[in-house]
């Protein structure tokens, strides 16, 4: 989710848990806390390649084998000092550790996906009900700090809270209770192309949860779909092309960054050649023809064979900079 989201989030989790007494004290410790793990970010700016910046993101940090040790750490440390913490100390603790682990928790419910259970090999968890950023969701959590904030330690700071949560949790079934419903529209009009068991995702469309895109792969390429809750009739995709072939060539999947790519989006992405770069979009995040994640990875070399880029490019960047495999579109926004 998107980082306001996770501050109020945190905090109303945490005021929840922690004592009353305490609750403005939690409402600041719990945004910090929700905020922590997206710390990652930093680290990972200092490296030159986009592939690992985006696939190690919400990985070590995020992770559900990882963070009860955080907690512990920061548990143990604030209560070696006094103050609240040593005050309330089993309190605490359970306000710490709930923080720290809903945040990926959440973040499994967005298409981007999260390394729940890294060092696991797994990949990432991605339920895609949630847009990364949804007001709806957010509004619960944020108008329930607002009243635990002004009420301080009072009864009406509690029941904020408590319904706060309550809706916010309601919110993401409601979200999962359209997916569903999505995928019984996308089902029949998938088996009738010949792709019922072609492997799809759906994700909720910006900011909304009524409007939903569907997109499941086929022989040289995709279909995509776009379904509102109030729409009538078969949902009808439209297919659009993938360069598969170069994609599946001995060469091009020795690449690292490709195996890597494939492993990370679950194999939703679509395959370009331009000017004999090999250039992978993720199908998860934008919609056609623009994705927010495009990478050039290889470059085809004499007899047909792919060499792999060292490191990968983030492939707007490197188009507009007038490097091979410049897109029209690139090219045009120099």
Not at 33 to 42: E, G, H, S, V, Y
Not at 62 to 75: Q, R
Not at 248 to 256: F, H, I, L, M, N
Not at 277 to 300: I, N, T, W
Request: glycine fraction near 8%; proline fraction near 7%.
């Amino acid at each position: 989710m998107d980082s306001i989201t996770h501050l109020f989030y945190g905090a109303a989790i945490a005021a929840a848990i922690a004592p009353a007494r305490h609750r403005r004290a939690a409402l600041l410790a719990g945004a910090a806390l929700n905020t922590l793990p997206d710390l990652d970010i930093f680290p990972l700016m200092l490296s030159d390649d986009p592939i690992l910046r985006m696939t190690c993101h919400r990985s070590a940090t995020h992770s559900w084998l990882v963070l009860p040790f955080v907690a512990w750490a920061l548990w143990a440390w604030f209560r070696s000092r006094g103050g609240r913490v040593a005050e309330a100390p089993l309190r605490w603790w359970w306000a710490i550790f709930a923080c720290l682990m809903a945040h990926p928790l959440i973040d499994s419910f967005t298409v981007y996906g999260t390394q729940l259970f890294w060092p696991v090999p797994m990949r990432p968890i991605m339920w895609s009900s949630l847009f990364i950023v949804d007001p709806l969701f957010t509004l619960p959590w944020l108008a329930a700090c607002v009243v635990a904030w002004r009420a301080r330690e009072g009864i009406a700071g509690t029941r904020a809270l408590v319904l706060g949560i309550a809706l916010g949790t309601a919110y993401v079934g409601w979200t999962l209770s359209a997916k569903a419903l999505v995928a019984r529209a996308a089902t029949p009009a998938l088996a009738a192309m010949g792709l019922g068991d072609a492997p799809r995702f759906s994700v909720p469309a910006p900011l909304v949860s009524w409007r939903w895109r569907v997109v499941a792969m086929a022989p040289g390429g995709y279909v995509e779909g776009v379904r509102a809750l109030s729409d009538g009739g078969p949902m009808r995709f439209a297919f659009h092309p993938s360069d598969t072939a170069a994609l599946q060539a001995a060469t091009a999947a020795a690449v690292p960054a490709v195996a890597r790519l494939a492993w990370f989006n679950h194999g939703f992405q679509k395959a370009e050649v331009r000017d004999a770069v090999l250039v992978l979009s993720d199908l998860r995040m934008g919609r056609e023809p623009d994705y927010f994640f495009r990478f050039a990875v290889a470059e085809r070399g004499a007899g047909g064979t792919w060499r792999a880029l060292q490191p990968p490019r983030d492939a707007r960047a490197y188009a507009a900079a007038g490097s091979p495999g410049a897109t029209p579109a690139a090219s045009a926004s120099k």
